[in-house]
């Protein structure tokens, strides 16, 4: 049994087309079929139900590739050990996070120190971040939401709170703080249904007995804030959000009931091998988020 034997059987069993598999590995289809035929008559049993060029992994193929496909990680792993022998600034690091607005201070304070470490940054949201944590493709998770599961390590490292946000007329807008059954009248302006924090902010609606009239749904969190200012609604907005440089004319009021809050963490997998770079980028974000995050965002 070889080793490209095994790569071309990767590639045939996630396309289940083997001109498409062909095309991809840069073989010709008579080759590829040839290879997998080798492999089947080393195992002594078919790998797949064939129906012409489109063909489906049966039982002994799903089994095979599970077992495959770790002995890809293994080396994908190794070769990661490998390559950070060679010293902490040539280490590659895959980020992902569900904080898009502090992350660029976050890297960019990184990189002063560490210029030649390459990070490859994914914006995700945490309920789908085990997945690619379990499977190696991400080193490290910054989350709005604990993860947890398999070898999954989840640290806290921030509890953010949660504003909200009203124009600088709105009659609520010379007080400290606002119970949020107070604005239950009010019309919201949100992300879209399916986002976390869409998700927390109707839950936070829902403990203190009402739905909110979220009339106006966007993706961007700046121009939300735009439309605050401009008087079309209300908001909910998070405090790592709320910047030095801060732009839109709203007011930021405290929620004194329910508890609005959500606790940052990061996370990682205990089994998988973390470079050099990694190492230090976990660390050097523990102490970020404890000594240095407060200095970006605008103090309420």
Not at 41 to 61: S, T
């Amino acid at each position: 049994m070889e080793l490209q034997q095994l790569r071309y059987f990767q590639v045939t069993a996630r396309c289940e087309h083997m001109t498409k598999a062909a095309q991809e590995l840069n073989v010709s289809q008579p080759a590829l079929s040839k290879t997998i035929a080798r492999l089947e008559e080393g195992l002594g049993a078919p790998l797949f139900h064939r129906e012409g060029r489109q063909i489906r992994l049966n039982n002994f193929g799903s089994s095979f590739l599970v077992r495959v496909d770790r002995i890809f990680q293994e080396i994908e792993e190794g070769q990661r050990q490998i390559r950070d022998m060679s010293g902490l600034d040539n280490g590659i690091i895959s980020v992902g996070t569900s904080l898009p607005h502090i992350l660029p201070f976050l890297l960019t304070d990184f990189l002063k120190l560490h210029p030649k470490v390459e990070i490859k940054q994914y914006q995700i949201h945490s309920k789908d971040m085990r997945g690619p944590l379990e499977q190696g493709s991400m080193d490290i998770c910054i989350s709005s939401s604990p993860i947890f599961g398999g070898h999954i390590e989840w640290m806290p490292l921030l509890e953010e709170e949660i504003f909200l946000s009203v124009p600088s007329n709105h009659p609520f807008a010379d007080r400290d703080s606002i119970s949020l059954e107070e604005v239950k009248d009010e019309i919201f302006i949100n992300r879209f249904i399916g986002y976390e924090f869409r998700d927390l902010c109707d839950h936070f609606c829902s403990q203190a007995g009402f739905t909110a009239n979220t009339s106006i749904e966007l993706e961007e969190a700046g121009a939300i804030l735009r439309l605050v200012e401009l008087g079309a609604g209300i908001s909910f907005t998070p405090q790592l959000s709320l910047l030095n440089k801060w732009g839109p004319n709203t007011v930021q009021l405290r929620i004194s009931n329910p508890n609005c809050k959500r606790t940052i963490g990061i996370a990682w997998n205990k089994e998988h091998y973390l470079t050099k770079a990694a190492v230090e980028f976990r660390q050097f974000t523990v102490d970020f988020f404890r000594n240095i995050v407060s200095t970006y965002y605008h103090q309420t």
